[in-house]
């Protein structure tokens, strides 16, 4: 088994909030993060796919493939956008690292799942360069 | 839901590799340019993956400012421009990568909550790092 990674960068904007606290707790525990007026990052997308290398080309996928797939499911809704209001998924879900990392997955999942190569292994999103979040779905 | 969070600590420390169970001679096949005997120092850099449910109000793992203070009051505050050899963590053994690595996820173990911790990375420099995940 062979685990293939693809980097890829998006810069977006989010914030945080809990519609269900008052705003002194979300204050309080989202802190700066809490700034209705959001603030953004330079995200890192790392993409790991498992498989075995094909006998003829010697690719687990074609990365060129890989990489079309991440354009298309998730830079495509997460690139120079506001997490928050433009991406469906985070009308009610905190734009958090962890959930974009579940969200990205599920974006992900169905098109390497039906590229037929491989499986969908591991993303990892990370907000900088120090922080960072993995989903390995439901294991 | 289970989903991982990781951060990133640099750390810079001192150690020698140095065995008291091998000769001189010995030390010095084995470590190599590590065995000097003034010792050398790393930019160390700390990666620690905590794994847990994603908390449905929160939408983390676990709060990062929480588990910045536990990785600053029992990792940071203890080896952070330190001299490894002197720890006590590291009188019956070297402080290689590999046992720091250990120690670092003892220190943290059970501390993470609601998470656990799940791996703790150490790059000692850009070209090698060391993984310990609990056993």
New interface residues.
């Given amino acids: 088994m062979i685990f293939l990674t693809r980097r890829a960068t998006f810069s977006a904007s989010h914030y945080y909030w809990n519609d269900g606290w008052s705003a002194e707790k979300n204050e309080q525990v989202f802190g700066r993060c809490a700034n209705r007026n959001g603030h953004g990052h330079n995200y890192t997308l790392e993409v790991t796919v498992a498989g075995e290398p094909d006998p003829v080309t010697g690719f687990v996928v074609d990365l060129k493939w890989l990489k079309d797939v991440m354009e298309r499911e998730v830079l495509s809704a997460y690139d120079h956008r506001h997490l928050n209001l433009e991406a469906p998924e985070f009308a009610h879900a905190i734009p958090t690292s962890e959930n974009i990392a579940i969200a990205a997955w599920r974006r992900l999942e169905p098109s390497v799942t039906r590229g037929g190569g491989a499986r969908l292994s591991r993303v990892r999103v990370y907000e900088t360069p120090e922080i960072f979040a993995e989903y390995r779905g439901e294991l | 839901?289970?989903?991982?969070?990781?951060?990133?600590?640099l750390l810079s420390a001192s150690h020698r590799l140095h065995s008291d169970a091998l000769t001189a001679e010995e030390n010095a096949a084995t470590y190599g340019k590590c065995n000097h005997l003034h010792g050398h120092g790393h930019n160390y850099v700390v990666e620690v993956?905590a794994g847990g449910d994603?908390d449905a109000?929160?939408?983390?793992?676990v709060?990062?400012?929480a588990m910045d203070d536990v990785v600053r009051t029992k990792v940071m505050e203890r080896f952070d421009h330190r001299n490894l050899d002197l720890d006590p963590l590291f009188a019956s053994c070297v402080p290689t990568t590999e046992n720091l690595c250990k120690a670092v996820f003892e220190l943290l173990d059970g501390r993470l909550w609601p998470a656990e911790l799940a791996l703790v990375r150490i790059e000692e420099t850009e070209n090698n790092f060391f993984e310990y995940a609990g056993r």
């Fill in positions: 839901m289970r989903a991982y969070f990781g951060r990133r600590y993956l994603v109000e929160t939408g983390m793992v709060n990062l400012v």
